[in-house]
């Protein structure tokens, strides 16, 4: 009994070269806009660290209320307190993270950027 091989199929074959060819674009695409996205993740975690920081621990509000404060734009941007050390750590999910630190008559100041 003879059996057809679906790789041999024409139209198998079209599809197959279709979906790698939609990867390899996605790749090229993601590989072109990689430093524009990580440039605006490390702007953002640090603008939201510092602001959030400020209004904090300098405006005694709370973090959740703090939150209005962003930029539009800045809704994946998550916070994270540390009461004891007086500081936030602001991440954008899998790209960015920062942290600000309140100091007494100085302020919240962003630790200093890894890499």
Request: some cysteine; hydrophobic content about 45%; proline content about 6%.
């Amino acid at each position: 009994m003879a059996t057809v091989n679906p790789a041999a199929d024409p139209k198998s074959r079209f599809r197959r070269r279709i979906l790698l060819l939609g990867l390899v674009l996605l790749a090229a695409l993601l590989a072109w806009f990689w430093g524009p996205m990580n440039a605006y993740a490390q702007a953002s975690a640090a603008y939201g660290a510092r602001v959030a920081c400020s209004c904090r621990f300098v405006g005694g509000r709370e973090l959740a209320d703090c939150e209005k404060d962003f930029e539009p734009g800045m809704e994946l941007v998550m916070l994270s307190e540390d009461a004891q050390a007086k500081s936030v750590t602001a991440r954008y999910p899998g790209l960015a993270s920062q942290t600000a630190t309140y100091h007494p008559g100085f302020g919240c100041q962003l630790e200093p950027w890894q890499g």
